[in-house]
């Protein structure tokens, strides 16, 4: 694993064409997922993965290799959203990343049915795929990177730019908007 | 039971999945969950919410990835031909400094015999030799600043999220 970043540290140092198209090919469904559920749109999520990979080459050389390629992967998509969504709304990052405001990170149309629910509509279990939906994208987040990518809190700290603290207190928060939005989905 | 056991088998069930929990905490959870239908099924409908995002697919646009990489080899492209105008400008500054080094005495004494024949004041022609010595280091520092603000926001939460 370690042998596998570095090396593709290297080739970033030397914008590896190649391995960049090897990169794109493999990490892209897993990009792609992750900022269907950040931005709740599917549109908006592939305009961000192409733009995430225009970083990727462009800022290549400040990825040492120490950490999962993922993970810088992840930062580097997450804060291209952050980035854009402050500059449509002029906001400070905090306000924006904070769990406690009313829409952190909330990007969704609210009009149209999101991906989110058009995926997870062909689920039979309806109760579960209305409490995803209520669930804060800054939740929901956390619970991607932690049960679906499988990142270590650690490494999520590291895609958050958040202590470790806040990283487990997001995915409780998360869990337990699960709970109670299954709860919600149980009583109606 | 008391209500204290039902918030703490919850908090386990969280914990559980989290991070992980001792022994000795997962062997108080499975007794209790096995008396208590109440937790088991919240129990259940976490696991149950957390499979479903395991397995949930999202279908990818067609041609994603290969409209991708012809953007992403555009852009390498691009970077590309403009490596040599940057190194030509950091060789042309290098060359500059090194010259200003070599010739500083002679400028300095070229601006002093100016300085006297002209009667300006000493002030203003050691300033003048300042400015002129200070010319290549302030250029480079504009288009260091200029490349700076372009991407400098970035690059701050890119180095901190390693």
Same mark, same amino acid.
């Given at each position: 694993? $370690?042998?596998?970043?570095?090396? /593709? $540290?290297?080739?970033?140092?030397?914008?590896?064409?190649?391995?960049?198209?090897?990169?794109?090919?493999?990490?892209?469904?897993?990009?792609?997922?992750?900022?269907?559920?950040?931005?709740?749109?599917?549109?908006?999520?592939?305009?961000?993965?192409?733009?995430?990979? /225009?970083?990727?080459?462009?800022?290549?050389?400040q990825y040492?290799?120490?950490?999962?390629?993922?993970?810088?992967?992840?930062?580097?998509?997450?804060?291209?959203? /952050?980035?854009?969504?402050?500059?449509?709304?002029?906001?400070?990052?905090?306000?924006?990343?904070?769990?406690?405001?009313?829409?952190?990170?909330?990007?969704?149309?609210?009009?149209?049915?999101?991906?989110?629910?058009?995926?997870?509509?062909?689920?039979?279990?309806?109760?579960?795929? $209305?409490?995803?939906?209520?669930?804060? %994208?800054?939740?929901?987040?956390?619970?991607?990177?932690?049960?679906?990518?499988?990142?270590? /809190?650690?490494?999520? $700290?590291?895609?958050?730019?958040?202590?470790?603290?806040?990283?487990?207190?997001?995915?409780?928060?998360g869990l337990?908007?699960l709970r109670?939005?299954?709860?919600?989905? %149980?009583?109606? | 039971?008391?209500?204290?056991?039902?918030? #703490?088998?919850?908090?386990?069930?969280?914990?559980?999945? +989290?991070?992980?929990?001792?022994?000795?905490?997962?062997?108080?959870?499975?007794?209790?969950? *096995?008396?208590?239908?109440?937790?088991? *099924?919240?129990?259940?409908?976490?696991? #149950?919410?957390?499979?479903?995002? #395991?397995?949930?697919? !999202?279908?990818?646009?067609?041609?994603?990835?290969?409209?991708?990489?012809? #953007?992403?080899?555009?852009?390498?492209? *691009?970077?590309?031909?403009?490596?040599?105008?940057?190194?030509?400008?950091?060789?042309?500054?290098?060359?500059?400094?090194?010259?200003? !080094?070599?010739?500083?005495?002679?400028?300095?004494?070229?601006?002093?015999?100016?300085? *006297?024949?002209?009667?300006?004041?000493?002030?203003?022609?050691?300033?003048?030799?300042?400015?002129?010595?200070?010319?290549?280091?302030?250029?480079?520092?504009? +288009?260091?600043?200029?490349?700076?603000?372009?991407?400098?926001?970035?690059?701050?939460?890119?180095?901190?999220?390693?």
């Open positions: 694993m $370690a042998d596998e970043a570095k090396s /593709i $540290a290297r080739g970033l140092q030397r914008r590896d064409p190649d391995l960049l198209d090897r990169l794109i090919e493999q990490y892209q469904y897993r990009l792609f997922r992750y900022l269907v559920y950040v931005t709740g749109n599917k549109e908006r999520a592939e305009d961000f993965f192409q733009e995430t990979w /225009i970083r990727v080459l462009e800022r290549g050389h040492d290799g120490r950490s999962k390629f993922e993970a810088w992967l992840f930062a580097i998509a997450r804060h291209l959203v /952050i980035d854009w969504q402050r500059s449509k709304k002029p906001q400070s990052l905090d306000t924006l990343t904070d769990p406690e405001q009313e829409h952190p990170l909330q990007l969704a149309n609210e009009s149209e049915p999101s991906p989110l629910h058009q995926v997870l509509s062909q689920e039979t279990e309806e109760n579960v795929q $209305a409490s995803l939906q209520k669930i804060p %994208a800054i939740y929901r987040e956390v619970l991607v990177l932690r049960f679906q990518e499988e990142l270590q /809190i650690d490494e999520m $700290a590291g895609v958050l730019s958040v202590p470790l603290s806040t990283v487990k207190s997001r995915l409780y928060r337990e908007a109670g939005a299954l709860q919600g989905g %149980a009583a109606s | 039971m008391s209500e204290n056991n039902h918030n #703490r088998a919850l908090q386990l069930i969280a914990q559980a999945r +989290v991070e992980g929990i001792p022994e000795a905490d997962s062997s108080w959870l499975r007794a209790h969950l *096995e008396e208590c239908e109440f937790c088991t *099924e919240r129990a259940h409908h976490t696991d #149950r919410a957390l499979r479903m995002m #395991r397995t949930a697919t !999202i279908p990818l646009p067609a041609g994603l990835a290969s409209r991708t990489q012809f #953007r992403v080899r555009l852009r390498a492209q *691009e970077l590309r031909e403009r490596e040599p105008k940057r190194r030509a400008l950091w060789l042309a500054c290098a060359v500059s400094w090194a010259f200003g !080094i070599a010739s500083a005495l002679y400028v300095w004494r070229l601006f002093q015999w100016f300085g *006297e024949r002209t009667g300006v004041p000493k002030l203003v022609w050691e300033l003048g030799f300042g400015l002129w010595w200070t010319v290549p280091a302030l250029f480079l520092l504009v +288009v260091v600043l200029m490349e700076k603000v372009r991407h400098g926001s970035e690059s701050d939460w890119m180095r901190q999220s390693r």
